[in-house]
């Protein structure tokens, strides 16, 4: 936890799949309160996997370690920079092997509570498509705006939110880690009040389902574990094109440091991958 802050009882919960189409699942996912994350790597097998894994890990251990609730921003910039040079090294280190066309990125969007004068704050930063939603009173608000080139194309007048959905390229990201250079990720930042059910998933779940059926599925399942799992199973009923991942986050309240919950679920580099490099 992150020392100094108020601890907060938060309860998640996560799901990813594989899907229908890909043999590999290129997601990773970090649920380590008071630290969220869902990592879409790109690369193929042995490239995005590892890619997401790296992400899962650096975030692992900042939760881990702590950190200080007042330097959000910074920490996470930090750690997204420590991503970034990671997976660039491991895929110069795969190319200087001989494969000349290897590819390792990942998208990545992160929750972690920090504080300031004015009470626990929630910290969001996103890099690529994956999104970050917040869901209050049964209306569902995407938080995150897509590092994505049909994006760009929307806010140019270009097209329509409708033509984003089947534009050849609607996968094409302007953003993401691995990339030859370091990017920078947004950063939003919320009051914890203003904040009921946080959500963060890859783009195998919203490229799948619309936002009224995330919507739906939020506002009848109370349970986050439930409502991540409904999450997921929707994307690959619908079709399970990409690797599915979602995590759900309900804030409940301040609470008692002895009631603190600092149970994990973690799509780690173990349980996938074994050793990063």
């Given at each position: 936890?992150?020392t100094?802050?108020?601890?907060?009882?938060?309860?998640?919960?996560?799901?990813?799949?594989?899907?229908?189409?890909?043999?590999?699942?290129?997601?990773?996912?970090?649920?380590?309160?008071?630290?969220?994350?869902?990592?879409?790597?790109?690369?193929?097998?042995?490239?995005?996997?590892?890619?997401?894994?790296?992400?899962?890990?650096?975030?692992?251990?900042?939760?881990?370690?702590?950190?200080?609730?007042?330097?959000?921003?910074?920490?996470?910039?930090?750690?997204?920079?420590?991503?970034?040079?990671?997976?660039?090294?491991?895929?110069?280190?795969?190319?200087?092997?001989?494969?000349?066309r290897f590819?390792?990125?990942?998208?990545?969007?992160?929750?972690?509570?920090v504080?300031?004068?004015?009470?626990?704050?929630?910290?969001l930063?996103?890099?690529?498509d994956?999104?970050?939603?917040?869901?209050?009173?049964?209306?569902?608000?995407?938080?995150?705006?897509?590092?994505?080139?049909?994006?760009?194309?929307?806010?140019?007048?270009?097209?329509?939110?409708?033509?984003?959905?089947?534009?050849?390229?609607?996968?094409?990201?302007?953003?993401?880690?691995?990339?030859?250079?370091?990017?920078e990720?947004?950063?939003?930042?919320?009051?914890l009040?203003?904040?009921?059910?946080?959500?963060?998933?890859?783009?195998?779940?919203?490229?799948?389902?619309?936002?009224?059926?995330?919507?739906?599925?939020?506002?009848?399942?109370?349970?986050?574990?439930?409502?991540?799992?409904?999450?997921?199973?929707?994307?690959?009923?619908?079709?399970?094109?990409?690797?599915?991942?979602?995590?759900v986050?309900?804030?409940?309240?301040?609470?008692?440091?002895?009631?603190?919950?600092s149970?994990?679920?973690?799509?780690?580099?173990?349980?996938?991958?074994?050793?990063?490099?």
């Amino acid at each position: 936890m992150a020392t100094g802050m108020s601890n907060v009882e938060l309860h998640h919960g996560a799901a990813t799949d594989v899907g229908l189409v890909r043999e590999v699942n290129e997601d990773s996912y970090l649920a380590a309160p008071p630290v969220f994350v869902v990592a879409d790597g790109m690369g193929g097998h042995e490239g995005g996997d590892v890619a997401s894994a790296i992400v899962v890990e650096e975030f692992g251990r900042l939760a881990d370690a702590g950190y200080d609730p007042r330097r959000g921003a910074d920490v996470v910039a930090s750690t997204l920079a420590a991503c970034q040079d990671r997976i660039a090294e491991y895929g110069a280190a795969q190319r200087a092997r001989g494969a000349s066309r290897f590819h390792a990125g990942t998208t990545a969007v992160v929750a972690l509570l920090v504080e300031d004068d004015d009470g626990p704050k929630w910290l969001l930063a996103n890099l690529g498509d994956s999104r970050i939603y917040r869901f209050n009173d049964g209306l569902l608000e995407q938080v995150s705006v897509d590092h994505s080139v049909v994006q760009e194309l929307v806010e140019a007048g270009a097209i329509t939110a409708d033509d984003a959905a089947t534009h050849p390229e609607r996968h094409v990201i302007t953003r993401a880690l691995g990339g030859p250079e370091r990017v920078e990720a947004d950063y939003f930042l919320f009051p914890l009040a203003s904040v009921e059910r946080l959500v963060l998933c890859s783009d195998g779940v919203t490229g799948m389902i619309e936002d009224d059926v995330i919507a739906a599925i939020l506002g009848e399942v109370s349970d986050p574990r439930d409502a991540a799992d409904r999450m997921v199973a929707a994307a690959v009923q619908a079709g399970g094109k990409d690797n599915a991942t979602a995590v759900v986050v309900d804030v409940v309240g301040l609470m008692t440091a002895t009631s603190y919950d600092s149970e994990r679920q973690r799509v780690s580099l173990e349980q996938k991958l074994g050793a990063l490099p």
